[in-house]
């Protein structure tokens, strides 16, 4: 993400007049696009003008937000009063780290599912870090016992895994024979069908309970028919524990217990905005965006492709019962059909005409159309810098495709390189790509940022050197331009590799160096005379950082990664097999450190021995 918006006063004032003057929520986030604060206004624009004003007498405290602040994004409501309702419950959902005023000293605990495992694990934890994108977290919760209490009945409801670890080596335990568990750790259920039961669970923490209740409900009255009135009694009260667990600030709609998507489009004649808002027990819990080409289509057939897209690659239990639509579909009975047999359950399509759900409507659209209107004032934007850089290089046209390399290192170690794509001026993220460096020669202690870059260019053109007949231009994966990250010397070691490749004439490869922001050309020795601050220049700067921040972020991990096999491959007997055993069973060096030797021998290919060697080796105060 670019730099903070106090250091960019031109991108800064037009942030600012994108906000419109009506109530909603607003939320500024830092360059790794964390949400640092969220707020609420009846006038969004004025409100969020009033941190950036010079003769503003912010707190140290909001001060210090305002100087990392690094773009700004809003939701719009009809009232002031939901605007208050909405912020709650996203403070709550998201805890920024300066909305200090709706939190206390506490530390409130969450529920974690770890949908990046086959067999997903859930548990509770008060630390909302996401170790892995895939994994999702739910809370914060202000009740820990009622939580702990719901979460057991959870497991007590659906056949979950019960134990963190296995308790035998080659067969279930007694929770297989009472059907608490579907034996998870000897893989007697499948992948895929163990995350639907999860996807089920998660319908819970999602706010989506009403199956769960109807089932507990239909048990106590078997124990009330049956006489059995204590057993009733203590199922009356894990109803009304389930119930609490999903009480929150609410939007406002028909009933607290609505479960609905509500869709809405803005358009141009160029451009489609579609947001998707998703309702659940009555809260907004996710708002998704979507862009499209108009390309001639009717509001309800771009609605309809839209939604058969996005349905498709979601799970049944995630289709709500209802979606509301801003305009009829052409086949709506039978995307209603698919939905239904996917969703396993009535799915229903509706065109609200008036109340509460019309009103709905009209907010998701007006939302629609404020973002449809800061895209076209970023491609405006876009394009200015676009065509300002195509002056300031002299290229026959604006460059569509642009790529940037860096190299990213610690004294050698880890050599590892990237690739950021921007189309049209913004970033293509699908298009990244990194690069581990494999030179022999280079390594701890001698690092060559020439011969990488030359490395990683060679590999990233070969297939136009080894099929001289492969077109150049208009092929899509064929850039406008190339930026190295450097000076004078990578853009040479670049330019000696493509020197000779058929094709490489076609081909604009420029050097942006850090020091002084210079740009270098091939056979000058002198840099380009630029202001700094113009549009096009900007944009090189925005394509470089992104190229850096990819490449640090990828050397940090494989840095990481390596620490944890270094350090277990000190360990004698262990080699790397047994190695990479213990991290897929623990996830990480801390746990396994933590672990006693009794847990570190239920890994499969650790005996007792090694376990008690490999405890021995982190806690080496034992010994004597």
Not at 154 to 166: E, N, S, V, W
């Amino acid at each position: 993400m670019e730099r903070p918006l106090v250091q960019q006063p031109e991108i800064l004032q037009q942030r600012l007049a994108e906000l419109p003057l009506e109530p909603g929520v607003y939320f500024f986030k830092d360059r790794q696009d964390n949400i640092l604060y969220i707020g609420k206004s009846k006038r969004l624009r004025s409100r969020v003008q009033s941190y950036f004003r010079a003769d503003a007498r912010l707190s140290p405290r909001i001060a210090l937000m305002v100087q990392q602040v690094a773009d700004i994004e809003f939701i719009v409501t009809d009232t002031e009063t939901e605007a208050l309702v909405l912020e709650a419950n996203l403070i709550k959902q998201h805890q920024p780290h300066y909305n200090i005023l709706l939190k206390d000293d506490k530390t409130y605990p969450y529920v974690c599912i770890t949908w990046s495992e086959d067999y997903p694990r859930i548990f509770i934890s008060r630390k909302r870090g996401l170790t892995n994108p895939k994994d999702r977290y739910y809370g914060p919760y202000v009740d820990a016992f009622q939580l702990r209490q719901t979460l057991g009945l959870i497991y007590r409801l659906f056949p979950l895994r019960q134990r963190p670890k296995p308790l035998f080596p080659d067969r279930p335990c007694l929770n297989y024979q009472i059907g608490r568990c579907p034996g998870v750790c000897q893989k007697l259920i499948s992948p895929e069908a163990y995350r639907q039961t999860v996807a089920q669970v998660a319908m819970i923490f999602q706010g989506r309970t009403e199956e769960l209740i109807q089932k507990l409900t239909q048990k106590m009255q078997q124990f009330a028919e049956a006489m059995n009135f204590e057993a009733a009694a203590q199922v009356r009260d894990q109803i009304r524990r389930l119930q609490g667990l999903g009480e929150q600030p609410k939007v406002n709609l028909p009933d607290d217990h609505a479960v609905l998507d509500a869709v809405a489009l803005a358009m141009d004649d160029r451009d489609v905005c579609i947001q998707l808002f998703q309702m659940r027990a009555g809260r907004l819990v996710g708002q998704l965006g979507f862009f499209t080409q108009r390309q001639g289509d009717e509001p309800g057939a771009i609605l309809q492709r839209v939604l058969e897209e996005h349905y498709t690659h979601v799970e049944g239990v995630e289709i709500p019962p209802l979606i509301l639509v801003q305009h009829e579909l052409p086949d709506a009975e039978w995307l209603s059909h698919f939905l239904s047999e996917k969703r396993q359950g009535k799915v229903k399509i509706h065109t609200p005409q008036r109340l509460q759900k019309a009103e709905l409507i009209q907010m998701v659209m007006r939302n629609a159309e404020l973002e449809l209107q800061r895209r076209q004032r970023a491609r405006e934007s876009h394009l200015l810098a676009l065509t300002d850089l195509a002056e300031l290089l002299q290229l026959p046209d604006i460059p569509h495709r642009m790529e940037a390399y860096d190299i990213s290192h610690l004294q050698g170690t880890n050599v590892v390189a990237s690739r950021a794509v921007f189309i049209e001026g913004q970033p293509a993220k699908q298009h990244y790509r990194h690069y581990h460096i494999k030179n022999p020669q280079i390594g701890p202690g001698h690092s060559d940022d020439f011969a990488s870059l030359a490395e990683v260019i060679s590999r990233r053109f070969a297939p136009w050197r080894h099929d001289p007949e492969r077109p150049t231009l208009g092929d899509p994966d064929w850039p406008d331009l190339v930026l190295i990250d450097g000076g004078k010397g990578q853009l040479s070691a670049v330019m000696q590799v493509l020197q000779d490749w058929p094709g490489s004439e076609a081909l604009t490869v420029i050097a942006l160096a850090k020091k002084h922001e210079e740009v270098y050309l091939p056979g000058r020795s002198e840099p380009l005379v630029a202001d700094p601050e113009q549009p096009g220049m900007q944009l090189l700067r925005r394509l470089r950082d992104e190229a850096h921040r990819f490449a640090v972020k990828f050397h940090r991990q494989q840095r990481a990664r390596r620490y944890r096999y270094s350090t277990l491959s000190q360990i004698p007997g262990l080699g790397q097999h047994r190695q990479q055993q213990l991290l897929a069973y623990f996830h990480s060096l801390d746990m396994i450190q933590a672990a006693t030797a009794e847990q570190l021998a239920q890994v499969p290919g650790i005996g007792p021995r090694l376990a008690e060697q490999i405890y021995r080796y982190f806690h080496p105060a034992v010994d004597g």
